[in-house]
Every structure is written in C-alpha cells, then in structure tokens.
C-alpha cells in the first residue's frame, strides 16, 4: 500500500533509551547508537533531523532510498558527532549490520510491486521510503547492539586479525560469557547464567547444528525470541506496525463557539497475547508428513514441533516442559513422565476432549520415540539409560511426531481402533490391498512400490518374524531401517548412536 505524506509509522515504539545495551556497553556501541538516538524521537526536532537525514540519503531526489544510499545517510549521522577518523572506524565496524537494518525497515509497507521507470526489476519494496525511515534508524541501533555482541566474542575485531573468522563457536561464547558476566538485554540472553544455560543458548543459535553460529543466524535467533515475547523491540522488529493517519488541523472554533476538549475515560489496558509460533515446514529439519497424512497426525504433531526445534525459543519451552515433568528434580523422566508430558501438551493445545482423543490414538508409538531415544546421550551412569534426560528431550520431540507419522501410515493399511476388525496387526491380504495409498509417504521404505511383487517383496522384509502379519513395531523398524540405510535426513536423526553424545557436566 502507498502511502501518502499524512501517514506516519506513529504506533511504532520509539525505544530512544539503551535498554537492549548490556550494562557495560563498548564505547564503539555508545558511540555509534548516539549518532541515531536523535532521529528516532517523535517530536518536531526528530522529524526535522529525519527530514535532513532522509535527504542526504536520497542523492537521486526519488523520495526512496537503496541500500547504498542509506550508507550515505550512516556516513552523514556519524560525520555530525564525530570526527572523520572516527567516522571511518565506526562506520566499517558496524557495516555488517546495516543490511539487516535496511532489509526490515524496507519490508515494513507494501508497495504496487510495479517495476519502477529505469528498473529492470526493482519495486518499491526493495527501497526504504521517508515513512519507513524512523524505523529505519531504530533498526540501525537494534542490529548494531546484535552485532556489537558477536563480533566481541568472536575475537573483538570482527576479522581484522587472524582469530576472527566471523563465526562463533561454542568455546568462544563460553569464555565471553565467563568474561562479561552477559550478553546485551535481549530476552535470549536472560536467565543464562551457568555453563550449561550457556550451552543450551549456543545449540539454540546454531540452527544448522555445524558447531559455529554465524552472524545471520544469530541475528535471526535474537529477533525470534523478541517477537514471541512481544516486547518493544519485537514489536519492532516484527515489522506488525499499524501506520496512523494523521488528522487535519481543525479551526479551533465551531459556529464561533471554541471547541472544548471532550472528557475521556481512561483507557483500559489491553492483555497482551503472544503471537502463534511459525514453525518450519519440516519437524526438525526433516520430517514432513505426507500429502496424504490424517488431520489427526497434522494436529498431533503441532502440539509437540515446538519442543523440536533448534531456536532459543523451543529451547525455553523445552526448559519448562522438562522442568514440570521432573518431579523429583533429577534430571531424569521415565515413560510414564513422557506420556504425561504429552498428554499434557495435547490438552494444552487442543480442549480436553480432543486432547485425550489424539493422546489415545497414537499412544501406541510413545514407546518406540522414547526406547529410540533414551539412550542417545551419554552420561556415564548405566542407569540413565532407562530414562530420559534433557539432552535427550529435544530428540524425543522429534521422535514423537515421526513414530506418530509412521503409526499414521500403519493405520492407513491396517485402520487400527477405527472398526472392530482393526487388531492392530497387518496381514498381507490387507498389504496388498492398500500400500498403494501409501505412494505419496514421505518415508522412503514406502514410496515407488508400484507392483505386486515388489509389495510382497517388501511385506516378507517387514514381517521379521515370518507368522505373517506385521506388528507396529516391525513395521516402524523397516521405515527406521530404510532411512538409515539411504543415508537420508530422516535417517541420520533415526540413528540415534549417529547423534553426537552430550556429556553432561556433573552437578556441583
């Protein structure tokens, strides 16, 4: 939507403070935030600076700025409070982070997504407009405090000497932790005061678990736990801000009468409500059910892919859930804890009838996630494999919804609990009768069987035993086996001796 000059981004929170600065900040930070602070302030002089700023910027007068051009706005800023020499150091150190700056300040309003005259392909959406630009400069301060952090951690120089490789591992982010006693204000950040709350944080950032996080994944990581949260700063940068049409002045007077100021009843605080989490297409990174999964498995799984994946935020739900079912607070959670930490997550995500239907249908396979998991990390105690631990937690989440997505499929064939022919048990007849509706599954054990011989093929594979049926728990293993055997995703996370093993430290 274009907007027009009486339109503003008033609703956007002005955050003119430091409050996401940590309580010692670098006199880099300071000094750079202080040449923007000013024209993020709604009041005549903001607007003012804003206006001189935007126009520095826009060297072509096409009331848009590029990416390139906002750089000459920075260069501006920073020339007015410093000198050149310092201009230059500033403006290089933190220039990794303008074009995260840049990218949500130009995504905050939609544009006609006309080309415009002179472009080949660019729109109004790959520009940053005058309305856009006070966010602009909150942006620029919110992602330099981001980088500030990392590039601190990462050796201090952001690669200007040979221990900076613009990645952090998970070491680096230890010893900055021990160092600086926490990171800048951001809700990740809080609570994280051990060895081990400092690890959950690093696997929590390195969403693509290759033992480094880099700056965009920190970036993104940071940004998501604001948004959930709904604080000012997620407001922000969830880009939700309602623009405000700014009324026309009136006369001041009313058939010669002046007009008096209308008595308001104070306003009554809003609650507010945390946004629904997005989660990614695939359960951690690789499950997807199939086109032909039951709305039962669908709604089985978003109950449970929250405590999944690799974010600071499903790490903070993981925390609590584990912590709820722990009850005797040792680190430990037996079967019967598992299912109650799903039954419980059902109910919460769904009403209590609903919950307590999709508990029942797929309790069958809670076995098979947690034998599957209990013993992936290595603790040194023999006894622990009996259990889970918090290691092991986000795994088992995960098994959840797979041996789910595989019980699915199992009673696409064999319809268990739907009529009382169901015995929980597939017998050729019904294999050959139906593995053509399971040509679509996302396991690759069930996918091009294409003929009855290959069907057969693969019902002896399934039925280990040779009585002729096949049980939940051969027919989950032949998937399982399949998986591993094609070195798929899928099967890398089925193979639980593949993961690496967590040594927990022990308690002190």
């Not at 000012?232 to 049409?245: A, Q, R, V």
Request: aromatic share 10%; hydrophobic share 35%.
């Amino acid at each position: 939507m274009a907007l027009n000059k009486q339109t503003v981004l008033k609703s956007a929170p002005e955050t003119t403070g430091m409050s996401m600065m940590p309580d010692n900040p670098s006199e880099d930070l300071v000094d750079f935030c202080g040449a923007f602070e000013p024209y993020g302030v709604m009041s005549p002089g903001g607007t003012k600076l804003r206006r001189e700023g935007f126009a520095a910027a826009d060297s072509n007068a096409t009331k848009m700025v590029s990416l390139a051009e906002s750089e000459n706005f920075i260069k501006y800023g920073l020339d007015k409070l410093h000198s050149k020499d310092r201009r230059d150091l500033l403006f290089k150190k933190f220039r990794r982070s303008y074009i995260y700056a840049f990218n949500n300040a130009k995504a905050l309003h939609c544009g006609d997504n006309e080309v415009l005259p002179g472009a080949k392909t660019a729109t109004e959406d790959d520009y940053v407009s005058f309305s856009e630009f006070r966010v602009f400069t909150l942006y620029l301060r919110i992602y330099a405090t981001m980088f500030d952090a990392f590039a601190d951690i990462d050796g201090g120089s952001e690669g200007i000497t040979e221990d900076d490789d613009r990645r952090v591992d998970r070491d680096e982010l230890q010893r900055w932790f021990k160092s600086t006693g926490g990171g800048p204000k951001f809700k990740a950040f809080e609570g994280v005061d051990s060895t081990e709350e400092v690890e959950e944080l690093f696997c929590s950032l390195d969403t693509d678990s290759s033992g480094q996080i880099i700056f965009s994944e920190w970036c993104a990581s940071i940004k998501e736990i604001e948004i959930m949260e709904n604080t000012h700063i997620g407001e922000l940068l969830s880009g939700d801000i309602k623009p405000t049409s700014i009324a026309k002045k009136a006369s001041g007077k009313v058939r010669g009468k002046p007009i008096t100021k209308k008595q308001e009843k104070p306003a009554t605080p809003k609650k507010t409500k945390k946004k629904a989490m997005i989660m990614p297409t695939k359960v951690s990174g690789v499950y997807l059910p199939s086109t032909q999964a039951s709305t039962d498995l669908k709604d089985f799984i978003r109950a449970f892919q929250p405590f999944t994946e690799k974010t600071i935020l499903c790490g903070k739900l993981r925390k609590q859930a584990f912590k709820s079912i722990d009850s005797n607070g040792n680190g430990k959670c037996s079967l019967a804890e598992i299912s109650q930490h799903a039954n419980s997550a059902l109910k919460k995500e769904y009403d209590i009838i609903r919950g307590e239907e999709l508990y029942n249908m797929y309790l069958p396979s809670f076995i098979r996630a947690f034998s599957a998991s209990k013993a992936i990390a290595k603790t040194g105690d023999p006894n622990d494999d009996n259990y889970i631990n918090f290691a092991e937690f986000r795994v088992l989440n995960a098994y959840l919804c797979i041996y789910a997505g595989m019980m699915d499929a199992f009673m696409q064939v064999d319809g268990a609990g739907v009529t009382e022919h169901d015995d929980r048990r597939i017998e050729e007849t019904e294999w050959m009768k139906s593995y053509s509706t399971l040509s679509t599954s996302s396991f690759i054990g069930l996918t091009g069987v294409n003929t009855d011989d290959n069907a057969s093929a693969i019902f002896k594979s399934m039925d280990l035993d040779g009585r002729g049926m096949v049980l939940l728990s051969e027919f989950c293993e032949y998937i399982r086996k399949k998986e591993m055997e094609n070195k798929t995703p899928l099967g890398k996370l089925l193979d639980g001796n593949a993961l690496k093993p967590k040594v927990l430290p022990k308690a002190t």
